[in-house]
């Protein structure tokens, strides 16, 4: 499993773009003797006994646009391209129980394993989805894990409600008067405008939300049409949001379509504002939730409940919010590259913890499926 890994690392693929890692999984679920079914992304399907209950457990399988600095030996072989999340880690461990289940048999229904693709760009989830997943395969409940670098080795951390912020990008774009940097008052200063309303967008959660509301706002583009004497008649400004609701989620973009309104009324230029949601909320609920409490104190993991709700956004939002679910996270190790942020050029998944989330996954099937009495 560890060559395994560590090969995965060395051919990341983007999102929609992962057809080595899809062959790869395929491959390895149909030599186990699992239904398989491919698309967007891939479906591993597991029956035992005569149990009507099903469970699908979720993997992310997409790596991230980003150039790799680490010094191991299995670098990615793909300049530019690199796993910087982990999400190697979390295909080998839901492989690893494919394998384990499938040669016990140690629970009575239906498992699903679900690899799914783009989960980097909230796309994903939701691509299967629109496949025909849940028809296909109807599930009761649905689990994810995502390795958390700085948390202590193979520690469960999960909570009820709200786990993950939305996302939700906005672009606001500015026509005002270009001119001659000389005489600025003849024209509309895109740049002054734009600067006006990045300033005011502060504002919305300093003074618009409740302070313990968990939400940011983020300006990360500012370009203009302007030159080294030409003052920009367009300015378009591009960043994103989060959320713990949706209720301020819609609060965030009323306000924000307000400042634009306000500041392009009061110089007089046309100000509009889009807003594109790629992340709902996360919410994880009670009972599968309880659920992921038991089988970590049975797997004789360290289980911190009730743990704060994590700034990241996540595609699990939609598996969760059309079936009860959890997403709980998984300590990756607190030092070295292990101890990296998620995102980080020398990042790496800890070898020492798919064998922890394996273990961990196959408790939670067989707690969730248990064996019947009447089976050997």
């Known amino acids: 499993m560890t060559q395994l890994r560590r090969d995965l690392h060395r051919h990341p693929e983007l999102g929609f773009n992962e057809t080595r890692t899809r062959k790869v999984i395929a491959t390895r679920l149909r030599e186990l003797g699992l239904e398989v079914h491919q ?10 006994g005569e149990g009507n209950r ?25 300049p530019g391209v690199m796993h910087a999340c982990g999400h190697d880690g979390h295909t080998t461990m839901l492989l690893g129980a494919a394998e384990l289940l499938a ?38 409940e649905i689990y994810a894990i995502h390795n ?7 520690e469960v951390s999960t909570r009820a409600g709200i786990i993950c912020n939305s ?16 005489m600025p008052q003849t024209g509309v200063d895109a740049i002054t405008v734009g600067a006006e309303i990045l300033l005011a967008l502060q504002t919305v959660v300093a003074r618009k939300l409740a302070p313990a509301a968990g939400a940011v706002v983020s300006v990360t583009e500012f370009l203009t049409d302007g030159q080294r004497n030409v003052l920009p008649g367009k300015a378009v400004l591009k960043g994103d949001f989060r959320a713990r609701s949706a209720d301020d989620r819609a609060r965030i973009a009323q306000f924000i379509q307000q400042i ?15 807003f594109d949601t790629q992340f709902v909320e996360t919410i994880n609920a009670g009972g599968p939730t309880e659920a992921v409490y038991r089988a970590a104190e049975t797997a004789g993991c360290t289980l911190v409940r009730d743990r704060p709700a994590m700034s990241f956004s996540e595609d699990f939002a939609h598996f969760a919010a059309a079936v009860p679910g959890c997403f709980l996270l998984l300590g990756n190790g607190e030092t070295g590259r292990h101890g990296r942020p998620l995102h980080a050029s020398d990042y790496d ?5 798919w064998v922890i989330g394996t273990g961990f996954w196959v408790q939670l099937v067989q707690d969730r499926l248990p064996l019947r009495k009447d089976q050997p």
Not at 349 to 353: G, I, P, R, S
């Open 260 to 274: 634009a309104d306000g500041i392009g009324s009061a110089h007089d230029v046309g100000i509009s504002a889009a």
């Open 167 to 182: 996302e939700t990008l906005f672009e606001i774009a500015i026509e005002g008067q270009g001119g001659h940097a000389l």
């Open 39 to 48: 698309g967007a992304g891939v479906v591993g399907v597991l029956r035992s």
């Open 103 to 140: 040669a016990t048999f140690s629970f009575d229904g239906t498992v699903v394993f679900v690899f799914q693709p783009n989960e980097e760009h909230g796309l994903g989830a939701r691509a299967m989805i629109d496949e025909g997943l849940l028809d296909r395969c109807p599930v009761d």
């Open 54 to 78: 099903t469970i699908a457990l979720r993997a992310d399988m997409d790596a991230l646009p980003i150039t790799e600095t680490s010094t191991h030996d299995y670098v990615s072989d793909f």
């Open 349 to 353: 998944f800890n070898d020492d913890l």
């Open 148 to 154: 958390l670098p700085g948390a202590p080795l193979g």
